[in-house]
Structure formats: structure tokens, C-alpha cells
């Protein structure tokens, strides 16, 4: 009981039964796309199939959704057949309906499902690459015995590495705007904007557009890169011999450290916000950046990816100085509730 209870993919099957989709203007979308026989479109096993897919692709791509189940054997050898090639047809993915005729050979429909799973490994090891190569050019910028000038190209290249891997993987997952006008752009962002992929997208480019020169701003850039990789070896590559020597330790400590590593990345993101405040007293003093990145670190406090770590520290913060604001400079206590009530809005 115990082991299947902190099975991670358990938990994830729970998540994944829970979640309201009938709420999801996407799943409609997603399931009015599906191209399946009547007589399997009625079964509750079939939707619910289709329904841990769905989560998989928008809401947690790390949910292994296991191939929809053959027709039972108490049936006929003709029917069971033909019932199993529509299962597995089904079980592909999704397809328009107007694609065209639903009498395809299976012939066709397994090089469908073969070119679809080689489109997603390509996705993947892409997202693999340029998270390796931002890993080791933010080890380089960190790292305190390198040169000055490669140090700052290296800072710079970070932050346009992890731009580029979010921009690739909002794309993948949203796609582009239906229509290039206001309001189909502003539906688009309505639907980006909480996920963790636009949030480091607009964090990055505060940063590539910057003077400052700040190698604690990388921190989350840093765990970001790191949980990403571990995760794709540790799918990708468990049956290595070099990575069961090397790497299984390290990428298990990470995989089962990622609330720690998520809370040193909040940690980081706020104490930058504090530091792009005390740099306005210097001559690298940029105010459009630090108002920027602090409606940023506003969307990290009510974005469902990234509140439960932000209200904890901002909580923390909250009991250590608002007695002292309110003891030793109560001329700050209208300051201070202006400003609670615009970061609250």
C-alpha cells in the first residue's frame, strides 16, 4: 500500500481522474478532433483513455498514459479484430475529422502513429540540447575562476537559451494565435500567460535586455535546466550503462528534490527583485526593468505553477517586517498598504 501510494505515476493518475475538463474549452476542442468509431466514442474507458492524453499534452507531459486495452476475449475472433485495429487506430492520437476517409488501411495508420511518436522524440531531444547547452554556459558564467568577459557572454547566453527552449515549448503546446487581431491574441495570452514557460520567457527577457550583471538572477535558471534534464535521462536513457554508472544518482536526487529546488528558485527570483531595488541607487540603475520584474514577481504570486512556493516566502517575509515597519517607522504604514493593495489586486 505503501509503495503504491508514493508511486508518482499513481498520484498523476489521480490528478489526471480529478481534473475538471468539462471547464477546459480545450478539451472540447480536443475531443471533437478525435476520430474514433460510434460504438467505441460511448465507452467510458475509451473517454477516460483519451482524457489522461489530454492532460498529458497540456497540462503534464510527464504522465505515462498506457495503450487503451484490446477488446474483451468473450467475443468473436471478427469482431474482436475489428474492434482491437479501431481501438489502436484510436489510440493513436488525434486527427482531424476532415482528414479523410475513416477506411484507411492499418498499414497507413501505424506509419501515422510512428511518424507522431518520432515527431515528439524529436521535440524532446531538441528540448534536451538546448537545456544542456544552457547548463553548461550558466555553470561557466557561475563558476568563479573564469574570465570576466566569458563569464558575462555566458550569463547573456543563458538567458537566451532558456528564451528560446520556453518560446519552443509554448509553441509546441498552445501553437499560435488563431487569427492575427486583438482579440484573438488576447484569448491566446489569457490561455499562456499562468504557465511556467511564459513566466521564464518574460524573466529571461527582462534580464537579456539588461546592463546588470547579476549571477544570482540565474539561480532559476540554473534548477529549471537542471529538473528538465534529469527527467529526460532518467526517461530516456535507464537502460544506459553509463547512465546507471554516472548519472542515476544525481538525476533521482533531483527528480526527488524538485519542491526543494523550486523553493531555492523562488527564494532566488525575489531576493533579484530586492537587488534590482537596491541598484536604482547606483549608476546601472534601470526603472523600467525593475517595474517590469516586479509585475512579473506579482504574476509568480498568483500563477497557480508558482504561488504555493512565492506566498510562502512572501509570508515569511510579511512576519519578519511588517512588526518591524509598524515599531520603528510607522510613517511607512500608508506606503506600505498602497502597496499591499496593488500587489494584492
Known amino acids: 500500500m505503501g509503495e503504491e501510494r508514493d508511486d508518482p505515476q499513481e498520484l498523476k493518475r489521480i490528478a489526471a481522474a480529478a481534473y475538471d475538463y468539462e471547464n477546459d474549452p480545450r478539451w472540447a476542442d480536443y475531443w471533437s478532433n478525435i476520430l474514433i468509431p460510434p460504438h467505441l466514442s460511448s465507452r ?44 489502436s487506430a484510436a489510440d493513436d492520437g488525434v486527427r482531424p475529422r476532415n482528414a479523410g476517409s475513416t477506411t484507411r488501411s492499418s498499414g497507413a495508420s501505424a506509419a501515422g502513429g510512428s511518424n507522431t511518436s518520432s515527431v515528439r522524440w524529436d521535440r524532446q531531444t531538441l528540448q534536451f540540447s538546448v537545456n544542456a547547452w544552457v547548463f553548461i554556459v550558466a555553470v561557466l558564467a557561475i563558476f568563479p575562476l573564469v574570465p570576466r568577459s566569458l ?107 524538485t519542491t526543494t529546488l523550486n523553493i531555492l528558485s523562488s ?42 512556493y512565492h506566498q510562502s516566502v512572501w509570508a515569511k517575509i510579511g512576519r519578519t517586517l511588517i512588526p518591524l515597519v509598524q515599531r520603528y517607522v510607522p510613517f511607512l504604514n500608508a506606503p506600505v498598504s498602497a502597496i499591499l493593495r496593488w500587489w494584492f489586486r
Not at 473517454?47 to 510527464?62: A, E, G, T
Not at 526517461?235 to 554508472?245: D, E, V
Not at 525575489?270 to 534590482?276: Q, R, W
Request: net charge positive.
Open 151 to 257: 563569464s558575462y557572454r555566458a550569463y547573456r547566453l543563458s538567458f537566451v537559451g532558456t528564451a528560446c527552449s520556453s518560446l519552443y515549448s509554448l509553441y509546441a503546446l498552445y501553437g499560435k494565435p488563431r487569427a492575427w487581431n486583438l482579440q484573438a491574441v488576447q484569448v491566446y495570452f489569457q490561455s499562456i500567460i499562468a504557465t511556467k514557460d511564459f513566466i521564464y520567457l518574460i524573466y529571461c527577457l527582462t534580464f537579456v535586455t539588461s546592463h546588470l550583471f547579476l549571477n544570482f538572477a540565474l539561480i532559476p535558471i540554473f534548477c529549471r535546466t537542471l529538473e528538465q534534464i534529469a527527467k529526460f535521462l532518467r526517461r530516456n536513457f535507464n537502460r544506459s550503462t553509463m547512465y546507471r554508472k554516472y548519472l542515476e544518482d544525481p538525476c533521482v536526487w533531483v527528480e526527488s528534490n
Open 267 to 308: 527564494h532566488a527570483e525575489i531576493g533579484v527583485g530586492f537587488l534590482l531595488i537596491v541598484s536604482l541607487l547606483s549608476w546601472q540603475r534601470n526603472i523600467i526593468q525593475t517595474f517590469m520584474y516586479w509585475q512579473l514577481l506579482k504574476l509568480m504570486y498568483h500563477a497557480p505553477v508558482s504561488a504555493g
Open 44 to 87: 467510458s474507458d475509451v473517454v477516460d483513455h483519451f482524457k489522461r492524453k489530454f492532460y498529458q499534452r497540456y497540462i503534464d507531459p510527464d504522465l505515462v498514459v498506457e495503450a487503451m486495452p484490446s477488446s474483451k476475449p468473450s467475443q468473436s475472433a471478427k469482431p474482436s479484430a475489428s474492434s482491437s485495429t479501431s481501438s
